[in-house]
């Protein structure tokens, strides 16, 4: 299968070598998992600014289930994830983004006091205005990544909170 999918790799669809992506980061030995990203990862990294958001988000998914991508301020393939999120952050489905920015948590975490420059702290401006059109589960999932971090600047809380508080009530801006 392997030899199948390196000589078709080209050929795939995006969102068929996103699936595939998944199944070898979730239920592949590690042999095989490894051989999957060694010759798939580069070409995956070069296409991220161009895929649709859910076929990203499968694709940073399955390259950071996979160890493939190191979530980590000194990690290349990371900061090349960074660069195409960042560069398409005012496009990407606030459902998308939310749930990158929960994966991102990692770098953040291991570097709070060192590095100001992980996704998060890149694409807060376009969040917040992405906030408007956002679903609960997404608010509450940006707040507790936001927490969980320690980033976020004041107008970004006072924001959330007021979209938060909308949501619950039922209504939209």
Do not use: C
């Amino acid at each position: 299968m392997i030899d199948y999918i390196d000589e078709h790799l080209t050929t795939m669809t995006y969102e068929t070598s996103s699936e595939l992506a998944v199944i070898y980061a979730s239920r592949m030995d590690e042999t095989y998992r490894n051989l999957f990203f060694e010759k798939s990862s580069d070409k995956f990294l070069k296409e991220l600014r161009y895929l649709k958001d859910e076929t990203l988000y499968k694709i940073v998914w399955a390259m950071v289930k996979s160890r493939s991508v190191l979530i980590a301020a000194e990690s290349a393939r990371w900061t090349a994830v960074k660069a195409a999120v960042s560069e398409r952050a005012a496009e990407i489905s606030p459902k998308v983004m939310s749930d990158l920015l929960v994966l991102s948590t990692m770098e953040a975490v291991a570097s709070e006091a060192e590095n100001p420059r992980d996704l998060f702290s890149q694409v807060e401006g376009e969040l917040m205005k992405k906030m408007k059109l956002m679903a609960l589960d997404d608010l509450i999932n940006i707040m507790w990544t936001a927490l969980k971090i320690d980033r976020g600047t004041k107008p970004f809380f006072e924001r959330l909170e007021r979209d938060r508080r909308q949501r619950q009530e039922g209504r939209r801006h």
